[in-house]
Nanobody, 115 residues
């Protein structure tokens, strides 16, 4: 059974940083595409960052240069380092792993950026 558990969300002020983590069980992250999505109130869920099995990455234009996605194969975890946070980054963030046509999701973690 695949399980993804996010942690690290919280309330921060604009310009501050947060690090989200996603712990996986029942699946090996090293062989699959991992990603972080976010969903703000009354908005559609959007892709924030992706980490592909070959080590390449992809980012939404709105977070390029501020967010970094990474993978720790030994711990079977991945992380999203978020720097210089803005109020527009406020959302529930979800960890995602794709295995062929199947997507697995975590329960989400709230990130709130407010002064």
């Amino acid at each position: 059974q695949v399980k993804l558990v996010e942690s690290g969300g919280g309330l921060v002020q604009p310009g501050e940083s947060l690090r989200l983590s996603c712990a996986a069980s029942g699946i090996f992250l090293g062989r699959n595409t991992i990603a972080w999505y976010r969903q703000a109130p009354e908005k559609q869920r959007e892709l924030v960052a992706a980490f592909f099995p070959d080590g390449s990455t992809n980012y939404a234009d709105s977070v390029k240069g501020r967010f970094t996605i990474s993978r720790d194969i030994a711990k079977n975890t991945n992380a999203l380092q978020m720097n210089n946070l803005e109020p527009a980054d406020t959302a529930v963030y979800y960890c995602n792993v794709r295995v062929g046509p199947v997507s697995y999701w975590g329960q989400g973690t709230q990130v709130t950026v407010s002064s």
